[in-house]
């Protein structure tokens, strides 16, 4: 399996990279038990210092890490340039919180002491996806190495020079030798890695086959795991909503990182009396987007993280229109240009039963739905294999309370797109993963709960 960065905006390869050789693999699995057994050793506020210097260099140097982001995956400079300060973010978020997260919890019982105290696992293999390069990454590790453990990256294949700068900003911000590797090898690999002892826990963040493939792998050999996986999140308009500001949150809530996000917005589920007009403003705010080159500062939407993906969304795109539904703007691959760019594309009538509606468009097409009312809205906000996020508009409390109660999600956000806080627990539920990343839950996966009794 080729790893190399090949630039989507001209379709470049611009670098190659040989994979690990299994003698190699072994020689870090080796460095990564070692480092663990004296790595655990240090104090909460030594990890903090290291972690607090990781999101020095992060901010420091987040104009050179957003172009490396770009080059590699695609994404507008400026979104690139974000992501590299959120991951600052979350460093900050857990060298100032994870001693309180993991202090012994004391609890009454019978015996003179009792109490729960969170001790690390080890080495913690972290299997990321190409579209936050650099969050996915950070939101694992931060914790991860605050709890005490070690982490192992395999990054996805199309952003190695991404990955072995993550490894480089946690050398020069001080962890010690072997704390956190990237693994340069192919998905074929994973399964070897999950059986060999070393390694204690993974995490996974990416498709559902991929998903699959880790946990089974995992299951054989009863180690933990957390999975985040796709979406095909709702954004659901009611007739009491601000219009104005649901369509300009909408735009955004889809187009996010070329449209690749799994929590981006995908299926518009509209009530008819606001459909026409809700339709019509989006409709405004797609012909706005500038598509271009992601390195330009005026860029709303780059192009797609490579030629493959390409493929499968406009192949999509063509299966909706073959069962029913009717293209309002793009609907094909811009091929007067070089790179895989697709445009903003809305897609309407879509048969509700058809087995199209309920797939994820990992790209910038927006599926709108009209309903008669919210019963309708949350029975096909529901009526999907997956429940990561969903992102409800309206100003009446009963109908924002119901959709809070009533959606299957790991997250409801009411007059707001979904997103991740480095505060809120993020991840979902159904087909779309198990387990929770960020704020006391996600710290708290990897580490073992330890309860202890003295009498």
């Given at each position: 399996m080729a790893i190399a960065t090949i630039n989507p905006a001209t379709g470049e390869t611009v670098k190659t990279f040989e994979t690990l050789k299994d003698g190699e693999i072994a020689t870090k699995l080796d460095l990564a038990g070692q480092a663990f057994e004296?790595?655990?050793?240090?104090?909460?506020?030594?990890?903090s210092l290291w972690l607090q210097q990781a999101a020095v260099i992060l901010e420091q140097e987040k104009v050179d890490f957003g172009k490396l982001i770009t080059l590699e995956m695609g994404k507008p400079l400026k979104a690139a340039i974000a992501e590299a300060e959120k991951c600052a973010t979350v460093c900050r978020y857990y060298?100032?919180?994870?001693a309180d997260f993991l202090a012994d919890v004391p609890v009454?019982?019978?015996a003179s002491h009792s109490f729960i105290r969170y001790q690390p696992l080890g080495a913690i293999l972290a299997v990321m996806p190409w579209n936050f390069p650099f969050w996915q990454v950070f939101r694992f590790a931060a914790p991860a190495l605050m709890a005490g453990n070690v982490g192992l990256l395999k990054h996805a294949s199309n952003v190695p020079q991404c990955a072995l700068a993550i490894e480089d900003i946690f050398t020069r911000a001080g962890f010690p030798h072997g704390v956190f590797q990237t693994l340069l090898i192919g998905a074929s690999q994973v399964a070897n890695l999950m059986a060999d002892e070393r390694v204690k826990a993974a995490t996974l963040t990416g498709s559902e086959p991929a998903g699959i493939s880790l946990a089974v792998a995992s299951a054989k050999q009863i180690k933990k795991t957390v999975l985040e996986l796709g979406g095909s999140d709702p954004?659901?308009?009611?007739?009491?909503?601000d219009l104005a500001a649901?369509?300009?949150?909408?735009t955004t809530a889809r187009m996010l990182n070329n449209g690749q996000s799994c929590i981006a917005a995908k299926r518009f589920i509209l009530a008819e009396a606001i459909a026409d007009q809700f339709q019509k403003l989006l409709l405004e705010k797609f012909q706005a987007l500038k598509i271009g080159d992601p390195l330009l500062p005026d860029t709303d939407l780059g192009p797609l993280a490579t030629p493959g993906i390409l493929q499968d969304?406009?192949?999509?795109v063509k299966t909706a229109v073959k069962s029913g539904g009717k293209i309002v703007i793009g609907g094909h691959p811009l091929g007067d240009i070089p790179g895989n760019f697709y445009p903003p594309t809305m897609i309407i009538d879509i048969p509700v039963d058809d087995p199209i509606a309920k797939e994820e468009f990992f790209g910038p097409v927006a599926l709108l739905f009209r309903v008669a009312d919210i019963d309708a809205a949350i029975k096909l906000a529901n009526d999907i294999p997956?429940?990561?996020?969903?992102?409800?508009w309206t100003n009446n409390k009963e109908e924002s309370d119901r959709l809070i109660a009533e959606i299957d999600a790991g997250a409801v956000f009411i007059n707001s797109m979904v997103k991740s806080d480095v505060r809120l627990p993020f991840g979902g539920i159904k087909r779309s993963g198990y387990g929770r990343e960020l704020s006391i839950q996600g710290i708290h996966e990897f580490v073992n709960v330890k309860t202890v009794w003295i009498k």
């Open positions: 004296q790595y655990r050793k240090t104090s909460f506020s030594q990890r060298a100032e919180n994870a009454n019982t019978d954004f659901i308009v009611l007739e009491s909503a649901a369509a300009a949150t909408a969304l406009d192949q999509q997956f429940g990561l996020g969903a992102s409800g």
